[in-house]
C-alpha cells in the first residue's frame, strides 16, 4: 500500500463578483489563500459562501474578477478540468455505488489503471478509518461514514486544493468535534489546501489558520482566529467572533494618553486613543468583551470605570456569568465572565457593583459600522 | 392518458410507507349492513371491469368453431391456427418489429427532451413542453387520419418508417411524464459531485444521471412499447395491404369473421400486456444495479 | 474568457461551452440539440399531418368554408355532434359512477385487499382497448353470452339486439375509461391526511359526515381531472365505437373514419376533425387546471 502524500497549491481569488439576476451575491471579493492553508469561510446563513465556493469549483462562473491556483487562471475553465476536490453538505455521495467504487470514480475519470485504482482506494479508506467497508452502499452508513466517503473522494485524484460546504452541519454535536479533529490530522498529513465554508464560529475559530469572514456578499476580515478575536476590523466581526458587550457612547476628550467615552451622566469608558480617531461629541460605539470586563463591590469608582447593578449571576462551569445594569441607562445590561477560581462569587441580584474595564480591552467603532452590523 | 402514469407514481408511494387504513370494527348492525352492502357494490363494479377480459380465456380455448361460454372441450387448436396463418405471423412480427423500434427511438428522443426540459432553458419551452404532450390528448382518429393523409403520398403508409415515426410521436409523450418526473425527484448535487470528480457532461449522464432515473426510463420504455403495440387507431388508417398490424388485422377480421382466433390473439395481446409490466414491477423494485 | 476551440465537433463544443455562467443548467445550445430530434419527429409526424388535414378543411375541394357550411346545414350531421357530445357526458356520469366507490375503496381498505382491487383496475388499463371491445361484442352478439344466457333461463324466446347500439357503445366505452377516472380520484383520496379523517371522527362525526364533510370536498380536484379525461377520451374515442356500434350510433370520431375510409372526402374529414379538436381544445384549455391536478400532466405542463 503505497502513502498518499499531497502538496497543497495558492487559491488567489481577486475582485471577484457574482449576480443572481441583479442582486450581487458576492462583491468585491479577494483573498489570497497560502498553499497547504486551511481557510474558513465563515458567514451568517446567505452571505454568499457557497456561492464562491461554486465558483472556485467552476460550476458558477464570477460575472467579474480573477480565480487561480497556483499559477493557473482557472476563472472560466470548465468543473471538470480544475482538479478542485470538493466535499458537499449533504455529502453527495452517488447512491447506486458502493463505498469503493465512490471513491474509485475519480480515478475512472482519470483513466487510471484497475490494480492502482484499487490500491489508491485502499489507501485511502485506510486514511478515513472505514476499511471494512469497500463494499458497502452509501445509503447503507452513518452521517459519519458518508462524510469519510465524501472526503475521501475528495482526496483520491491528489488535488492540490479541498473545498468543503458545511461538510458536519449535518452531523450531531459529538460527531461534529470528533470529524473536525478527524480533517484537521488527514488535512496536516496531506498539506492540501482547504477551503472550507461554516457558519459555526467555533467551528472556525478551532480548525483554521485564517478565517475570512463574509456578510452579505462581502468581505469583512481576513485573519488568523486570534486576530479576529482581539482585533476584529470593524463591529460585524467584533459581533460575529464571540460574546460581546456593545454600547452607544459619545467621545468627550483625551485623558492622558487615553479617549474618554462617556455611557452615562455617570458612567465612561476609557480607550487607547490610537483606535479613536474623533471630534468631540461624536457618537461611537463601544465594544468590549465579557471577559474583559471586570465587576467589584461598590467602592470608589476608578476613573474609566463606572457602576451598576447586579442584575443576574450565574454559575456557567468554567466562569461566573455576570449581568449588570449600567447607572444611567434605563434597561440596558453588560455581561461580564469573570474566573470562577473554585470560590464563591460574592456579588447577588440588587448589589451596586462597580465595573472596570481595562483600557487596551476596549475598542471603539464608528456609529454606521454599528448599525450595518 | 397520464393515469397509466399517476398509477406508476402511485405504486412507488405505496411500496414506499406502509401505512395501513384499518376500517375500524363496526359495532352496530346497521354499519355491518351497510359495509355488507357497498363490500357488494365494489365487488360487483370490480367483476364488471374484469370479467369481459377474463371470459376470452376461457373462450381461446373452447374446441367449438363458434364462441361459446363455457366451452365445452378444450384445445390449443386456435393458437395453432393462429401461429400457421402467413397474415396472422406476418401481422405479429410487423407490429413486434414496430413497437420494438418506437420504444428505442421513443426512449431516446422523450428521455433527451426530458433532460432539456428539466434542466435546460431555451425560448418557447413552455409552448414546446404542451406540443408534446398533445398526442395524449388530441383524440387519436385526428392523428390517424392526419398522418395518413400526410404519409400516403410519401409512400410511408404500410410502411415501417411510416408507422415508426407516428408511434413514436405517440409515444414520446409518455417517456417524457416518466423521465422528467424522475429527473425532477433525481438530485441535482449529485451531478454537479460527477463533474467535480473529473467527469464530463456526457459521462456524468451516463455514470450518474441514468443510472438513477433508470426506473422512470424504464416505466417511459414500457409505456412506450405498449403505446405502439397496443394502438389500433392510427394503425387502422395507416396499415397497408402489405404493411398490416396485429390490431388491424384484428379490427378486420372482428368485422368480417369473428372465430375463435380472434380470441386467442386477444389472449396474446393480453398477457403479452400484462407481462411487459410485470417486467417493469420487477426491475423497479430492485434498488441496486448490477455494477460494473 | 476561454473560448470553445474550434477545432472540436459542434456538438462538443456546445457542451463544453462555458460563456454559461452556471453549470447547474445546461446552456440553450446544449438544450436545443437535445430537443431537436423531438422538433424533427413532431414536426413532421404531428403538427405538419394535422396543420395539412385542417388546412384540407378549407382547401378541398375549393377554397372556402363550404365544408364548415355543409356541416351546420346537414341536420345528421348536427345529430352526430350532439349525439357525441352526449355519449360523452353519459360516459363521464357512469364512469365517476362506478368509478367513484372503487377509488374510495382503494384508498381506504387495509393494503392487501387494496392491491386486490388495484389489480382489478390496472388489468383492464393494460389491456388494448381493441380487445376490450371484441370482449364486449363476444358477451353482447345476438348469439353472445349475454342473450345465450337470457335464452337458457326462457326469460326471452327471441335473442335481443343489443350489440350495434348507442346502448352498447356506451357500455363498453365506460368498460375502457373508468379507470381513468378511479386514478384520479384514487390520488386525490389519497392524498387527504389520515388524521384529518381521524380527527373527524374523534369529534364525533359519523360516516356519512365525515364522508360528506372531508373525504368529498377534498378528493373534487380527482374528480375533475378523471371527468375531463375521462370526457376527452370519450369523444375522440374511435376503435370501441367503431367496433361496438352500428349506423344508428355513428358519432364524430366514427363519421371521420367513414369519410376517409369510403366517402374518400378529404375535406369534410378534414372540417369534421377540426371541430372535434376545436372543441377538445378548449375544453382543455379552459379546465387546464383541473387537468394539472393531475399529477401525470403537471409534471411537465
Ligand atoms: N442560483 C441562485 N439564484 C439566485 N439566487 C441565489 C442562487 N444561489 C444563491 N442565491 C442567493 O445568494 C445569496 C447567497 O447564497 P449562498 O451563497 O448560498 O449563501 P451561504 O452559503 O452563505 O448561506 C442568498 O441570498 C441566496 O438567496
Ligand atoms: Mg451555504
Redesign the interface.
Known sequence: MRRVILKGETVTLEKIEKNFAETAVVRDVSIAVQAGEFLSLLGPSGSGKTTLLMMI???EAPNRGRISVGTRDITFE?????????V?Q?Y???????VA?NIA??LR??RCSRAQARDRVDAMLAMVRLEGFADR?PQQLSGGQQQRVAVA??LV?EPPVLLMDEPLSALDKKLRETMQLEIKRIQKRLGVTVVYVTHDQEEALTMSDRVAVMADGELMQVGAPIDLYHRPANAFVAGFIGKMNFLEGEYIGHDGGEAVIRLSQTATVKCPTSSATAVVGQRLTVAIRPEDLSVRPSGDVRPGGFKGRVEAALFVGAAYVVLVAIDGRAGEVVEARLPANGGSLPLVPGDIVDVFAEPSAVRLFSHQQRQAA | ???????A???R??ANED?????RNSRSLW?CL?AVT?GF??LL??L???L??V??FP?SFGSAS????PPRGLTLRWYGQYLSDPDWRAATLFSLKIALATTLSAT???T??A???V????PGK?L????????M???????????????APLNLSGSFLGFL??H??LA?PYV??TV??AL?RF????E?????????????FF??VL??IRVGVASGAVFAF?ASF?E??VA??LSGIEGKTI?RK??ED??FN?TPV??AV?VV??VT??LV?GALHVFSRNP??A?? | MKKAKTHKLPVRAA??FTKSKS??????G???I??I??CL??G???????G??LG?SFFAPDFGLDNYRRLLETPLYLRVLGRTVIVALIVMAASLA?GY??AL?M?????DLAGV??A????????????????????L?R???VN?ALLGLGVISEPLKLIYTEGAVILAMT?VL???M???I??AI?AIP?ELVQAARNLGGG?FTVFARILLPLSLPGIFAGCL?TF??A?????TP??VGGPSSLL??TL??QQ??ETLD?GF?GAL?TV??CV??VI?VCFRKALSN????S???
Open positions: 469549483a467552476g460550476f470548465a468543473p471538470n478540468k480544475r482538479d478542485v476536490g470538493m458537499f449533504r453527495a455521495l452517488f447512491p447506486h455505488m458502493t467504487q470514480f475519480p475519470m482519470r452502499l473522494r475528495a485524484a | 392518458m397520464s393515469p397509466d402514469l399517476e398509477f407514481l402511485a405504486t408511494e405505496m401505512k395501513s387504513l384499518v376500517s354499519k351497510g357497498a357494490l365494489i363494479i370490480l364488471f371491469l374484469v369481459p377480459i371470459i376470452i373462450m363458434y364462441l361459446e361460454f431516446i428522443i422523450g433527451l427532451a433532460i432539456a426540459f434542466r435546460g432553458s431555451f413552455g414546446f413542453q404542451a406540443i408534446t404532450l398533445s398526442p390528448i388530441i383524440p387519436h382518429i385526428v392523428i390517424a387520419v392526419a398522418v395518413f393523409l400526410a404519409f415515426i407516428a413514436t410521436m414520446v417524457v411524464l422528467v418526473a425532477q438530485d441535482t448535487t449529485l454537479l459531485a460527477a463533474l467535480n470528480c473529473g467527469a464530463g457532461r456526457i459521462r456524468t455514470s450518474v443510472p438513477n405498449l397496443d389500433a387507431t387502422f388508417f390490431t384484428m379490427f372482428i368485422d369473428l380472434i380470441a386477444s395481446l393480453t400486456s400484462l409490466m441496486v444495479p455494477q460494473r | 457542451i463544453s453549470w447547474r443548467h445546461y446552456p440553450i446544449l438544450s436545443l437535445l430537443i430530434p423531438l419527429l413532431l413532421f409526424g404531428f403538427v405538419y399531418p394535422v395539412r388535414l384540407q362506478l366507490p372503487v375503496a384508498a381506504r381498505l387495509r393494503r382491487v388495484m382489478c383496475v390496472l388489468l383492464p388499463l393494460w389491456t388494448s382497448a381493441l380487445v376490450r371491445s371484441y370482449a364486449w361484442i363476444v358477451i352478439q348469439r353472445g353470452l345465450d368498460h373508468v379507470p381513468f378511479i386514478l384520479p384514487f390520488g389519497r389520515t360516516q379525461m376527452i377520451l369523444l375522440g374515442f374511435y376503435v367503431a367496433l364524430m370520431a371521420i373514419g376517409t375510409t378529404w374529414a376533425s372535434l379538436l377538445t381544445l382543455v393531475n399529477r401525470g400532466i409534471n411537465v405542463a
